[in-house]
Structures are given as C-alpha cells and as structure tokens.
C-alpha cells in the first residue's frame, strides 16, 4: 500500500484518467493520509504530536466513496 495525501485523488491523467484508477490498475492499492500532520509538542526537546486525531471519524466517513484504503 502506498499513502498519499488527499489533494492527489481529484487529480486525472493527461488523458484524463482518474489518478485513483491509475494505481489500482498498476496494482497499487491507494491509501489515503488523513490526519493534519504534526506540531511542536510544548514544554519538550523537540517532540512532535499529530493533529487531527479528533475529527479523524469524520474525514474518513467524507471519503467512504473513493476507493481506499486508511492505513
């Protein structure tokens, strides 16, 4: 499985072929990243937390109809 964020899966090909229908039919199996990323975790040395996590639900259930998967 390959991760890609979700700005890529609108996109199609220059003969306008979806970007998700390219991959599967390469047998990649297109996940998708839905988290927001990371952040400075305060009060550390430089560790990081992920963004994100509490609306996870909801941006997946957005995507039910795209053919991923959510790693």
Do not use: W
């Not at 199996?29 to 639900?57: F, R, W, Y």
Request: proline share 7%.
């Amino acid at each position: 499985m390959n991760v890609y964020f979700r700005q890529y899966f609108p996109t199609k090909t220059t003969t306008d072929v979806p970007f998700v229908h390219l991959l599967r039919h390469n047998d990649v199996v297109p996940g998708i990243k839905v988290d927001k990323g990371t952040i400075d975790l305060a009060g550390t040395n430089g560790e990081t937390t992920i963004q994100g996590l509490d609306s996870i639900g909801a941006r997946c259930h957005h995507r039910i109809g795209i053919p991923l998967r959510y790693p």
